[in-house]
């Protein structure tokens, strides 16, 4: 099953590479417009665009080659050749993602049959980003047993090593390693320079006049001494200070695996979302899957109108769901929001739509909002269709009332993918033209109206409807009496039909 499997997920990667093969002119096109738009903007980015744009038209567009794995590893190691290193990861994830976007663009700009292909450039591209992101494996870098490793090698004329660490005195001696006769628990030495205590060691651990040589290597807050026989410390030191960088890159390298969590959480944000069977489920499993996946506690789902500049609230998670729904808002009367927006939403715009950071919601907000939510810091967090270059919305994220607190780089690109992901299966759902009028803002019920709509669809009288919600029988009157208000119906049967329709119910 699990060659099969592979053999299978090989083959998606191949229709992607055979699609950017047979359109490889539009999506150079594509590609060398993002390019001018980074030129003119004078960002850091169009640099490393433009490499990244010469790698990926020669191994994906004008190479033959078949092997899909070996193109990948291709990109890395041309990358690896040019600069020496990886990029950041945050860089990694956003010049990916401007070449991806630009093929779905290319995918969207051709007949309908091809659409099928967005799945397989998306995965295509996960995985040049999971190998572009990857670390050497191997076991975790460990000073301690590699310090070990130097002093036990037979080949190497290293008879010692001293960690030292600096204090309000000068220096002393954290650490000794080597076949040193003399007892070295607890022993405690202290000098005024690196030179001196130098001189004190080779005085303590040198034996029948044996002439040593001392060679320090600085190391994070630490020196290291490396005591030698050698007489030829300049093939000796240039061999150290090589070794010591390998451990300092490796541990690099550990360190940012560790931090690629954010991998994970876009994996299950997007198993989460994919279970929404309609629009109004995946409203919710997306304001839920935010806060879930991400280190959030609040959530909040916004439409975004380009057409009228609005924005209207869909749903809440860990927040009062009502009151979200009621809110209705000129995008314009926030101009912290409204600036950055009206980038993002022009025609030149630079994608991927990037999450916006709001420090002190006090000083940008307005009032009322900071007051009725206790806001603290807020994330505001885009979700759009790359494939067809639209905003639909956003998330409003936080940590709970009143909490002020920053978010680091790999939040940022989690919730770029986060966007791009909600906004991919909310636009399945827009694509019914029922369900774009509730997306837009015509109809927004409550969790209680929806439990009301759900009975009556069961065929329960208001009064079954009360006592099941354990309400009075004049309550879910009011309910029915709003219900059939807001969808525009005549009667109970004709809201249950357009509520089924609109997708609020099945």
């Not at 044996?210 to 320090?216: N, S, T, W």
């Not at 309609?278 to 975004?304: D, K, S």
């Amino acid at each position: 099953m699990l060659r099969l499997l592979d053999v299978h997920t090989k083959a998606i990667l191949k229709d992607g590479v055979q699609f950017m093969r047979a359109n490889q002119n539009t999506i150079r096109m594509e590609w060398e417009a993002i390019l001018r738009r980074l030129k003119q903007r004078n960002g850091q980015s169009a640099a490393t665009f433009e490499v990244a744009y010469r790698f990926f038209s020669a191994l994906l567009l004008d190479d033959k080659e078949e092997d899909v794995d070996a193109m990948i590893a291709g990109i890395r190691h041309l990358w690896v050749a040019e600069f020496g290193q990886l990029p950041q990861p945050n860089l990694t994830i956003y010049i990916l993602t401007l070449l991806e976007n630009a093929v779905h663009q290319a995918i969207q700009s051709h007949r309908a049959s091809l659409r099928s292909y967005h799945p397989a450039v998306q995965y295509l591209f996960s995985k040049i980003c999971e190998e572009m992101l990857c670390q050497p494996g191997g076991m975790s870098p460990n000073l301690h047993y590699f310090l070990r490793l130097i002093v036990e090698a037979r080949q190497l004329p290293i008879k010692w090593i001293a960690r030292l660490e600096q204090n309000e005195n000068g220096y002393k001696v954290k650490e000794i390693y080597g076949a040193i006769r003399k007892p070295v628990k607890g022993l405690v030495i202290n000098a005024s320079s690196v030179f001196l205590l130098s001189e004190a060691l080779i005085d303590y651990i040198s034996e029948n006049d044996e002439r040593l040589k001392v060679i320090p290597l600085p190391w994070k807050q630490e020196i290291l001494l490396f005591g030698t026989t050698d007489k030829d410390t300049a093939v000796v030191t240039p061999f150290l200070t090589f070794a010591m960088h390998l451990l300092q890159i490796t541990e690099e390298c550990f360190a940012q695996r560790r931090e690629d969590e954010w991998k994970d959480a876009v994996i299950l944000f997007n198993d989460w979302i994919m279970r929404s069977q309609n629009l109004h489920e995946a409203i919710q499993n997306i304001t839920c899957g935010y806060a879930r996946y991400l280190p959030f506690e609040r959530c909040a789902l916004f439409t975004y109108s380009k057409t009228d500049g609005t924005s209207v609230g869909l749903f809440g998670y860990h927040i009062n769901n009502e009151a979200i729904q009621n809110v209705k808002i000129k995008v314009d009367d926030i101009p912290a929001i409204a600036n950055k927006l009206k980038k993002l939403a022009s025609p030149d715009a630079v994608y991927p739509f990037q999450p916006i950071y709001i420090e002190h919601a006090e000083r940008d907000l307005p009032e009322p909002y900071v007051r009725q939510f206790q806001l603290g810091s807020l994330v505001v967090a885009p979700i759009y269709v790359p494939s067809e270059r639209s905003l639909i919305g956003a998330a409003l994220l936080d940590r709970g009332p009143g909490v002020h607190f920053d978010v680091d780089n790999h939040t940022y690109t989690a919730l770029m993918k986060f966007g791009q992901s909600a906004g991919e299966i909310l636009s399945k759902f827009m694509h019914m033209t029922a369900i774009k009028q509730l997306v837009y803002g015509s109809v927004s019920l409550s969790e209680r109206e929806l439990d009301v709509l759900k009975l009556l669809a069961e065929g329960a009288s208001t009064q079954e409807a009360a006592d099941r919600l354990h309400l009075s029988e004049y309550t879910v009157r009011d309910y029915v009496s709003d219900i059939m208000k807001r969808l525009g119906a005549r009667n109970r049967t004709e809201a249950v039909v357009k509520a089924m329709r609109l997708g609020l119910i099945h």
